[in-house]
């Protein structure tokens, strides 16, 4: 009797809205491919430890709904070092494992290509994070999520920005990305965005006496708020060290809320329960079609494979519609 394929599957890095969508949709193909599915928890981490479980439409089926991932999620800085892959390697050689299956970012995808060097098996990655940053997929599993939950959330401060004539600067996730920024400000109105595409650190000062001129002819224009959408890891010392910059310079007061890690919890919406459940799908098929090293993405409407390489050097930026699409929508202030 020939012995089953054997498909293991992690999720790995900050943890995004909808993986566990993608690992109920990889569960029940490799149950309609007579595959066995077992997952690991903990990212690499529960890898290299062994921390495993076998996967069953019974367990996934539930998840579908929820945010997080039932597999747990951890970075792991070991599959970087020497040691690290090869011990991840003999865990995956002990289970007679045929191919492994990584949601994550380009970290993940790094493990992949260091995991690569020290087992022969397949390996696919789906592009799992709400920063949207891998290239050759539209949008990552995670990110239409992350975008709604900020939108709803920054709505509300409208209404007390409103309410009081003031000042908000609100930080946005994205890490060196500015995909959040620039979606969650063109959805909420907000009077100035800033992230990596359309700041340059060494021309502070330069942004903060600008912003101050449009608080000002707003204020004089007798609108009652005025929005300042920031990307993470963007302005020195952070939203407080903008907040204290138009102080200083203009003695103009504003407020400041941190997101935070809202935007990578709650249920998942529509759009990435089908992104993920397609990709998920789309991998266990790329097994049986022997892909290799490649990750998964949904491009034009189309699921294409791409070499983990490529996903991780080439760059995504933001397209130029969107910063041309926020200036024009400020021409009216």
């Known amino acids: 009797m020939e012995r089953k394929c054997r498909v293991a599957l992690l999720t790995s890095g900050g943890d995004s ?18 595959y066995e599915c077992i997952g690991f928890y903990h990212g690499y981490n529960g890898l290299m430890d062994d921390q495993a479980v ?22 792991c800085k070991s599959m970087l070092l020497p040691e690290g892959p090869k011990q991840a390697a003999n865990t995956l050689n002990k289970h007679n494992i045929d191919a492994l299956i990584v949601i994550g970012g380009d970290g993940s995808f790094r493990g992949m290509q260091a995991l690569s060097h020290h087992w022969s098996g397949q390996l696919i990655g789906l592009p799992g994070t709400i920063d949207n940053d891998l290239a050759h997929s539209d949008k990552t599993i995670g990110f239409a999520t992350a975008v709604q939950t900020a939108t709803e959330a920054i709505d509300k401060i409208r209404d007390t920005a409103n309410a009081f004539e003031r000042v908000f600067i609100v930080e ?9 920024a620039f979606n969650v400000g063109l959805a909420t109105g907000a009077e100035s965005i800033l992230s990596f595409e359309n700041f ?18 707003q204020q004089n224009n007798k609108h009652s708020s005025f929005l300042i959408i920031l990307a993470e890891n963007l302005w020195p010392d952070g939203p407080s060290g903008l907040q204290q910059a138009l102080k200083q310079t203009a ?7 941190i997101l935070g890690h809202i935007q990578r919890g709650g249920s998942p919406v529509v759009e990435d329960r089908l992104l993920a459940s397609k990709l998920g799908l789309a991998a266990v098929q790329a097994i049986a079609e022997k892909q290799h090293l490649v990750m998964l993405g949904e491009v034009g409407g189309n699921l294409i494979a791409t070499p983990i390489e490529n ?12 910063l041309n699409a926020h200036e024009e929508a400020l021409k009216g202030f």
């Open 17 to 34: 809205p909808g993986m566990n969508a993608a690992i109920r949709a990889v569960t029940l193909a490799c149950e309609q491919h007579h």
């Open 54 to 75: 076998n996967l069953t439409s019974e367990l996934v089926n539930p998840f579908l709904q929820q945010g997080g991932t039932l597999l747990k999620s951890a970075r």
């Open 172 to 180: 946005v996730m994205g890490r060196h990305s500015g995909h959040i």
């Open 200 to 217: 340059d650190p060494d021309k502070a000062q330069t942004y903060v006496e600008k912003l101050a001129v449009q608080i000002r002819q």
């Open 251 to 257: 003695n103009i007061d504003s407020g400041v809320c």
């Open 311 to 322: 996903t991780i050097q080439d760059p995504k930026p933001v397209s130029m519609y969107w």
